[in-house]
């Protein structure tokens, strides 16, 4: 088969074409999206394939499908735009001391607990750089990270089902812990299962699998959750905690601001609860760019200023040692 050459006929618009046709399933769709007409478009992914002599879409009643040589030519498209997109931030920053702009995923609990005081130091010291954030579960961030539409995830660390081409780093834990308002008759005595049974709960169904964690937990505390009230609201979840004696059962860094200003506390556990390692996930082999260095940088000084603050176990429930990878190398977060 003779050789292509698509690095000397291949034009950004096309990229962009491909792009959003795999992305959303229609032609129409995509040519608003684009800006262009749907005759346009069709006529320029018709001279893509007979460049190519391959398939990309198959067409059908109800839209596009795309076939195996199209997700292969999407997922390069998407790695080439984002990469411009890198360096036309990269640029941004030499012309603008500072600016730029950093896209980072982030799994629930730390887009409720940790990430707003790490973005108010962020915003505290670099004021032009501008974040773009997408919340979402790992398996929906990942993918998103290995195109490079974002540079880094931040929270739990779950272990891969199979090698893979990124690289996590722990940098705290966040264990499940049973949490209420300060002055709550929770604390007037030591804790038992028959003690907890005493008041309702509210649970975060933030996602499957961490409904499941806590579920186990409480299971080992021999606690009843058949009646117990549950949310996907944030907001929720903590107003009842601060205005009523209601408990919840979560990750303790899903409620750090509060944990942190004393309106909530952990109850203290029979036991330890299990570590729950989380930190930030970035593609191996990747030169990190000034703006995630610097993201970074405020996220460990944030880890620093909640431990020598006197907090230290609002994150970790023990000496929990950092660490990245399989390396030897380790960073203790206090």
């Known amino acids: 088969m003779p050789h292509r050459h698509l690095d000397r006929r291949l034009r950004l618009s096309i990229l962009r074409a491909i792009d959003a046709v795999d992305a959303h399933r229609s032609l129409l769709k995509a040519s608003t999206v684009l800006g262009i007409s749907q005759p346009a478009l069709t006529k320029a992914l018709a001279e893509l394939e007979a460049q190519l002599d391959i398939r990309l879409f198959d067409r059908h009643s109800r839209g596009v499908r795309t076939t195996e040589a199209g997700s292969v030519f999407a997922q390069s498209a998407r790695r080439i735009l984002a990469e411009l997109r890198r360096l036309d931030e990269e640029l941004d920053l030499l012309s603008t001391p500072g600016g730029g702009v950093l896209s980072i995923g982030a799994l629930p609990v730390a887009a409720a607990g940790m990430l707003p005081g790490v973005l108010k130091r ?5 004021p032009r750089l501008r974040v773009r954030l997408q919340q979402g579960r790992t398996e929906d961030l990942l993918p998103l990270l290995a195109t490079g539409e974002i540079e880094l995830i931040v929270g739990r660390l779950y272990e891969p089902a199979t090698p893979d081409a990124f690289d996590r780093e722990a940098l705290w834990s966040e264990p499940i812990s049973i949490l209420a308002r300060v002055q709550h008759p929770v604390f007037n005595e030591p804790v038992t299962a028959q003690k907890l049974e005493q008041f309702d709960l509210i649970l975060p169904t933030i996602t499957q699998r961490i409904g499941q964690e806590i579920e186990r937990f409480l299971s080992q505390l021999g606690v009843d959750v ?5 949310s996907s609201s944030y907001v929720l979840i903590r107003e009842m905690l601060l205005e009523t004696d209601i408990l919840s059962a979560m990750p303790r860094s899903m409620m750090l601001g509060d944990l942190v200003r004393g309106s909530l506390r952990v109850v203290p556990m029979p036991f330890s609860a299990p570590e729950r390692p989380a930190g930030i996930i970035w593609r ?6 000034r703006s995630c260095q610097a993201f970074t940088n405020c996220l460990r000084d944030y880890l620093s200023e909640i431990a020598s603050s006197g907090f230290p176990d609002l994150i970790t429930s023990g000496n929990t040692k950092r660490r990245k990878n399989d390396k030897t190398e380790a960073r203790e977060a206090h």
Do not use: C, P, Q, T
């Not at 962020?122 to 670099?126: E, P, R, S, V």
């Not at 058949?226 to 549950?230: E, F, G």
């Not at 191996?284 to 760019?289: D, F, H, L, T, V």
């Open 226 to 230: 058949s009646n117990a009230l549950r």
């Open 122 to 126: 962020l915003k505290a010291n670099y």
């Open 284 to 289: 191996r082999g990747i030169e990190r760019s």
